[in-house]
Each structure stands twice: as structure tokens, then as C-alpha cells.
């Protein structure tokens, strides 16, 4: 096995053994406030009751921790909040009475409040603050742009980064919020307000797991990013417009069927595609590493496909093939370990296109390995079609 393949197996074997499996969510017995403690959290909470106070996987907050919330503000919603804090829930006692006032020794280092009709003239606006040494700092309001609406489902994901939160709303990159306390002693999460839960999801986002703990605490910009690219976020929480160089770009909520052209493909590579299978799924879903050029130049269309992946959760079962002048060739099935694309849930992939194979990872942990049988120097496109929601697209050329 060589050097690139153990790299992937490291990766995807301390995942496993930092992340929980998942396991119900259990009730405080004391209050009908849901306190998931460390010995009875799990990385995905479904349908929680609010106010609701997780534990962080792996006891803290790290680079890289990506957290989702997949919610519906009420009809008559007016706001909500997300803390994150360090110690115990500063909003309950322990006997399981509430109270408004947060503990001198409980720094929170990041308070997120959406507030529809809360801030000046009655408009809409965000308020982020932060708790630090016993005391509120100043307030970012932001009124702009407020994505929040009563009685709208909406998907919010939370980034950590080395330099602050990044916060994005529905696939758009929307806050920021620089740290004033830190990061790494934060231990829980609470929210509460006027939401209807779906589903609060943990996980290391798949950039910071291809590295060591020693690079990713030392996370600098590379010298071909643009200022507008290192000053926001990252994928899967990007921007709203792709952005892209020599080394990389990514791409956020992309529609499907989803094309994309880029003879940098020829080149190897990481593409890193985040999103979901939808519960009623009816249709497989298939990517493609194709070359179009040659479709372009001909009536036949693409005969060329060195990489076919095609994900049959019907039959749990990643079938790989190759394309070559339009003759399919046979197809692989064998994986590495269980299924993992499940309808209903969300996943992670990562494709390593290399001169001689490609390997996927699912969730951080290896999926296959495939060997080109078809020069995949003419690559040029990469195709996404079928049952499935994207969040983001992200390419890294090497």
C-alpha cells in the first residue's frame, strides 16, 4: 500500500475513533431542558425539544469543527439564540431552574441571536456578542441581509476557523465573528427560541481532516488566494459565487444536473462534495469524471469516461466503471467497509484523482480504491446527476 493511500487510512482512522456513533437522544430527568452530556451525546441529535445544550465531540471545540443546524423558525418566531460556552449551561441551574443570567465563570465565546423586529425601527437584525472574564463585550449587529423568516425552514452551518466563526445561511456565506475567547475551551453548545429542530449535526470539515493536528493549528493562506478568498469562508460554507485559481475554488448549493468544465481536472486532485440524499430518493446518483472536449468534436457525445460512480442506495451498493470510445467496461463494487450513503442523511466525499487510481473516502472514512483504466490525463469535466441535494463543491489541484 503506499505512501498516498495510508494517508487517507490515517485520516479516516482517527475519525473513527474521535466521532460517537450516533445513539438516541436522552432527557434530562430533572427538566425539560435536554442536556446531552458527554456520555450520552451523539455527533447527530434529530428533533430535539428546545432550549437544547449539547456537548462538543471530543470535548472541545477544534479547527475545523463544522457544526449544521437544520431548523424552521415558529409562525409568530421572533428570535432565537446559539451559545457556545465553556462549563456548565449558563441558562439552567442544576436543580433544572431556569435563569437569565450567565455565570461569572462560564465564558462564552461566541452568542449568536437572530432577532425579527428586535433591532432599531423595529427591523429585522443579528446580534453576536461574546462573554468573556465575567462580562459582555461590545455587540455586532448586522441588519443587513437578514436570511431569517417566520414560518421558513432554513440550514445554518457554523465553521470554526483559526481566526473566528464563520457562519452561513442556506449555502450563502453570511457573519463572521472574530474570537475573543478561546476556542479550544469551549465544551457545549445551547439553543433556544422560537425553532422547530430538525437536526444539529457535528463534524470535522473534510479540509481539516487530510491534515496532521500540527498543520492545522499553524493554517495559513496560500500565496495564489486573492484577498477576497482569504477573507471569507472556506467550503462548505463559501461564498455565493464560485471562486477559484490555480490551486483551487469552490462552488456553493450547486443545482442538478451539475457540469462542470476545467481542464485543470487532467491535473491530480481532491474534490471535496458535500450534501445529502433526500429520504425519498427514487434515483441513483452519479459522478462522472469525463472528457467533453471530444463529445464536442463528435455526434456521438461523451463516449470518454474514465470515472463512473454510481451510488445505488436502493441496493446499497457504489458501482465503479470506465467509458472508453463508448464501450462500458466491467463494473467494481467491492467497498472497504458498510455502506455508509444512507437516504435521509447528510455526508461528506472526498475523490483523490491520482495518475494511477482514484480513492474515495465517505465521511472520513475510505471508501474504494480504482484503477484507471482510461488515461485520466483527459479529464476534463466533472458531471453530477440523480438523487441527491449538493451544499458545496470544492476543488483542490495539486
Not at 471530543?58 to 469543527?65: C, Q, Y
Not at 451539475?258 to 458535500?274: Q, T, V
Request: hydrophobic share 35%; aromatic share 8%; net charge negative.
Amino acid at each position: 500500500m503506499d505512501k498516498f493511500v495510508n494517508e487517507v487510512l490515517f485520516f479516516a482512522k482517527d475519525l473513527r475513533n474521535k466521532v460517537l456513533s450516533t445513539i438516541p437522544l436522552t432527557m434530562s430527568s430533572r427538566s425539560p431542558h435536554n442536556i446531552i452530556d458527554p456520555t450520552s451525546f451523539s455527533s447527530v441529535v434529530r428533533n430535539p425539544s428546545l432550549p437544547v445544550c449539547c456537548s462538543i465531540p471530543n470535548g472541545s471545540l477544534e479547527l475545523g469543527t463544522l457544526i449544521s443546524i437544520y431548523a424552521t423558525i415558529t409562525s409568530n418566531g421572533r428570535k432565537f439564540r446559539v451559545d457556545f460556552f465553556e462549563g456548565k449551561c449558563p441558562h439552567i441551574h442544576g436543580d433544572g431552574v431556569r435563569c437569565d443570567a450567565v455565570s461569572d465563570d462560564n465564558n462564552i465565546a461566541f452568542h449568536f441571536n437572530p432577532r425579527i423586529g428586535g433591532g432599531a425601527e423595529g427591523r429585522d437584525v443579528v446580534v453576536m456578542n461574546s462573554f468573556c472574564n465575567g462580562q459582555w463585550g461590545s455587540e455586532e449587529r448586522f441588519p443587513e441581509s437578514f436570511p431569517f423568516q417566520a414560518d421558513a425552514p432554513f440550514r445554518m452551518m457554523i465553521l470554526v476557523e483559526s481566526d473566528g466563526f464563520k457562519v452561513a445561511v442556506d449555502g450563502r456565506h453570511s457573519y463572521e465573528f472574530k474570537h475573543r475567547c478561546d476556542f479550544r475551551d469551549i465544551a457545549r453548545m445551547h439553543i433556544e427560541g422560537d425553532l422547530i429542530l430538525d437536526l444539529i449535526e457535528f463534524r470535522k470539515e473534510l479540509r481539516y481532516l487530510a491534515r496532521t493536528e500540527s498543520t492545522s493549528s499553524s493554517l495559513t493562506v496560500d500565496s495564489t488566494t486573492s484577498t477576497e478568498e482569504a477573507t471569507g469562508p472556506t467550503a462548505p460554507i463559501g461564498g455565493d459565487i464560485p471562486s477559484s485559481n490555480e490551486q483551487s475554488k469552490s462552488v456553493t448549493s450547486p443545482t442538478i444536473p451539475y457540469m462542470e468544465f476545467d481542464p485543470n481536472l487532467s491535473r491530480p486532485c481532491d474534490i471535496y462534495i458535500a450534501g445529502m440524499l433526500p429520504a425519498n430518493i427514487r434515483d441513483n446518483f452519479t459522478i462522472n469524471l469525463a472528457n467533453s472536449v471530444e463529445a464536442e468534436q463528435s455526434d456521438a457525445g461523451i463516449v470518454n469516461i474514465p470515472v463512473h460512480i454510481s451510488i445505488r442506495a436502493d441496493i446499497q451498493a457504489i458501482v465503479r466503471n470506465t467509458m472508453t470510445n463508448g464501450v462500458w467496461g466491467e463494473e467494481e463494487l467491492y467497498l472497504e467497509g458498510p455502506f455508509q450513503l444512507i437516504p435521509g442523511t447528510h455526508f461528506d466525499l472526498m475523490i483523490s484523482n491520482r495518475e494511477d487510481k482514484v480513492v474515495m473516502a465517505i465521511n472520513g472514512q475510505p471508501a474504494f480504491e480504482y484503477k484507471h483504466r482510461h488515461d485520466p490525463k483527459t479529464i476534463d469535466s466533472l458531471q453530477i446527476k440523480g438523487g441527491v441535494v449538493l451544499v458545496s463543491i470544492r476543488y483542490e489541484f495539486k
